[in-house]
């Protein structure tokens, strides 16, 4: 159950991190995958420590640090649920976000001075994914970026320089042709990167259910075991006890 935990967590925050990269260029709720991976994070941080807690129970034969696992492990079923089913209720919406929210950042809002964070996010996206606008690259033939920063292109087309495969400045404003420069777009590429994270989270979510269900289980057998088998084996030792003394009383 530790090392389940410890994996999960680095699991988890890998997906979050690939996850932050498309959330910071589109819509708020493509941000469902960052909160169910989140969710689980902090599920399996509180399973790790109640899986600890729950061991030196069971090791000292005490029940008390079992009843402190048994209520961590509901709390940590109940937020992997709520992961799962925020993840599995949105996952629609998130296919439509990215569809939209990519085309309208590179045609609106991409070179925009006013939103410098979406620039970069833009910028780090296609460089990572190699792809480049969010539908087309032809987005930004006639983008706010184009009428700000690519006046003087030679190319009909410009492109920023994130989007070429070499990338050097003004590279995608003057090239030859459009074998220089990614030409998948990135509705496709981080469509399909989401999906990927959001099936992971998903199943990582409904596998910490599982586990978690299974220890609630064994949690409860093993404190039956505690307090109703031990306590008629002292009661018999008891009277064991006291049969012996009233022999030498005798």
Not at 74 to 97: E, R
Request: glycine share 6%; aromatic share 6%; hydrophobic share 45%.
């Amino acid at each position: 159950m530790i090392l389940f935990s410890i994996s999960a967590i680095i699991a988890a925050a890998v997906f979050l991190s690939q996850s932050e990269i498309i959330s910071a260029t589109i819509p708020n709720n493509i941000r469902t995958v960052t909160v169910s991976a989140i969710l689980v994070i902090v599920a399996c941080v509180i399973m790790l420590i109640s899986s600890i807690s729950g061991c030196g129970g069971a090791f000292k034969r005490n029940e008390k640090p079992i009843y402190v696992y048994i209520i961590l492990a509901f709390i940590v079923l109940a937020m992997s649920i709520a992961g799962v089913i925020i993840a599995a209720i949105n996952s629609p919406q998130i296919t439509v976000a990215i569809s939209t929210g990519l085309t309208n950042v590179a045609s609106t809002e991409y070179g925009d001075s006013r939103f410098t964070a979406v620039t970069t996010a833009m910028d780090k996206l296609q460089r990572q994914l190699q792809c480049c606008g969010g539908s087309s690259f032809l987005e930004y033939t006639n983008s706010v970026w184009a009428n700000i920063s690519a006046t003087n292109a030679t190319n009909p087309n410009p492109v920023p320089p994130s989007c070429c495969i070499s990338e050097t400045p003004r590279c995608g404003e003057n090239r030859p042709n459009n074998a220089v420069i990614f030409i998948e777009p990135c509705t496709l590429k981080s469509g399909l990167n989401t999906g990927l994270v959001l099936r992971s989270v998903l199943g990582l979510g409904i596998t910490v259910c599982v586990i978690q269900a299974l220890a609630i289980l064994c949690a409860f057998v093993l404190l039956y075991d505690l307090l109703y088998n031990e306590g008629k084996g002292s009661h018999s030792t008891t009277k064991v006890v006291i049969i012996k003394s009233t022999e030498q009383a005798s």
